[in-house]
């Protein structure tokens, strides 16, 4: 059972937080929306979940439409929001029977699910939740979304704030619960986590940029990219803005990242233009692009 969306919109008083959303999230599908806080992410999975009306479209969930099957999409769906909110008074065993006794269920009847995930905080069955490390919350959060076998999974921004060994740790999870036949919808600001979905949508101000692949997306770019460095990073970037011949300019770690707009362009054109601007230990060099470089692109 996956996802469809067909024209969501969702307004805030003045605000559109989304504008005519549509996709569709294939059956055992890790599916992420990607995009900036504000994106509308958050509004959409609300939706989804059947918290939130949205104003205009419809949507269904394993099947279910979210306005008028909510009780069986509620049943049917796990949701694991961005900020942890389990009870941080309870410790994590009271947690996890907790929420297995809202949907009429145990641990133990569902433990196969979650074992892998279970077994890395079991030494800490009996320490209260909010007595937790953040990759830890984040795996307690899991279990519970997870404790009464969902056929969908969302997950909101589930790694923010968490250190990156936790980080990788959680996406190997998510992988192997792909493997139980579980729909996953991912919502996350971090470029890098696009490349392990097997498809991402593009969100910025509550529109869909683009859908597809990260390879494919990635493919598209339209521009060749490069890395350019020199000792004053700041006037180096202040200096391509001013070039009359830039197309794109943003800082990429330890370089620039810029496009020209000419067809020919010539980089040893460039490097003369910056050493006229007393830019020195210049480096330029075409590099690959990535999601970031095309969400740049597309939200311009």
Same mark, same amino acid.
């Given at each position: 059972?996956?996802?469809?969306?067909?024209?969501?919109?969702?307004?805030?008083?003045?605000?559109?937080?989304? !504008?005519?959303?549509?996709?569709?999230?294939?059956?055992?599908?890790?599916?992420? +929306?990607?995009? #900036?806080?504000?994106?509308?992410?958050?509004?959409?999975?609300?939706?989804?979940?059947?918290?939130?009306?949205?104003?205009?479209?419809?949507?269904?969930?394993?099947?279910?439409?979210?306005?008028?099957?909510?009780?069986?999409?509620?049943?049917?769906?796990?949701?694991?929001?961005?900020?942890?909110?389990?009870?941080?008074?309870?410790?994590?065993?009271? *947690?996890?029977?907790?929420?297995?006794?809202?949907?009429?269920?145990?641990?133990?009847?569902?433990?196969?699910?979650?074992?892998?995930?279970?077994?890395?905080?079991? #030494?800490?069955?009996?320490?209260?939740?909010?007595?937790?490390?953040?990759?830890?919350?984040?795996? $307690?959060?899991?279990?519970?979304?997870?404790?009464?076998? #969902?056929?969908?999974?969302?997950?909101?921004?589930?790694?923010?704030?968490?250190? #990156?060994?936790?980080?990788?740790?959680?996406?190997?999870?998510?992988?192997? $619960?792909?493997?139980?036949?579980?729909?996953?919808?991912?919502?996350?600001?971090?470029?890098?986590?696009?490349? $392990?979905?097997?498809?991402?949508?593009?969100?910025?101000?509550?529109?869909?940029?683009?859908?597809?692949?990260?390879?494919?997306?990635?493919?598209?770019?339209?521009? !060749?990219?490069?890395?350019?460095?020199?000792? *004053?990073?700041?006037? +180096?970037?202040?200096?391509?803005?001013?070039?009359?011949?830039?197309?794109?300019?943003?800082?990429?770690?330890?370089?620039?990242?810029?496009?020209?707009?000419?067809?020919?362009? *010539?980089?040893?054109? +460039?490097?003369?233009?910056?050493?006229? !601007?007393?830019?020195?230990?210049?480096?330029?060099?075409?590099?690959?692009?990535?999601?970031?470089?095309?969400?740049?692109? +597309?939200?311009?």
């Amino acid at each position: 059972m996956g996802i469809t969306v067909r024209n969501i919109s969702k307004t805030y008083k003045n605000v559109k937080a989304l !504008q005519d959303i549509s996709f569709a999230v294939k059956p055992a599908e890790i599916f992420g +929306l990607i995009g #900036p806080d504000g994106a509308g992410k958050t509004t959409l999975f609300r939706i989804l979940t059947t918290l939130l009306f949205a104003d205009e479209g419809k949507a269904t969930v394993a099947g279910y439409d979210v306005v008028t099957a909510y009780k069986d999409i509620r049943k049917s769906v796990g949701y694991m929001p961005g900020k942890f909110s389990l009870y941080h008074d309870l410790t994590v065993e009271e *947690n996890l029977n907790f929420f297995a006794t809202i949907f009429g269920t145990t641990i133990e009847e569902n433990y196969e699910l979650i074992e892998d995930i279970y077994v890395q905080i079991a #030494p800490f069955k009996n320490r209260r939740a909010g007595k937790l490390s953040g990759g830890m919350k984040q795996k $307690l959060a899991l279990c519970c979304a997870l404790i009464h076998k #969902p056929k969908v999974l969302f997950l909101d921004e589930p790694t923010t704030g968490v250190d #990156p060994v936790s980080r990788k740790e959680f996406w190997e999870m998510l992988k192997r $619960l792909q493997e139980k036949e579980i729909t996953i919808l991912v919502s996350t600001p971090y470029m890098d986590e696009a490349a $392990l979905c097997d498809r991402i949508a593009l969100i910025q101000a509550g529109k869909i940029l683009q859908i597809d692949t990260p390879e494919a997306i990635v493919r598209h770019y339209p521009k !060749q990219i490069y890395n350019v460095g020199a000792s *004053n990073m700041y006037a +180096l970037i202040n200096s391509l803005k001013a070039y009359e011949h830039k197309h794109s300019v943003y800082p990429f770690g330890e370089f620039v990242h810029y496009t020209d707009r000419r067809s020919n362009f *010539n980089p040893e054109d +460039l490097r003369r233009y910056l050493e006229s !601007q007393d830019l020195r230990q210049l480096a330029i060099e075409a590099t690959a692009a990535t999601i970031e470089d095309t969400f740049m692109e +597309l939200a311009k």
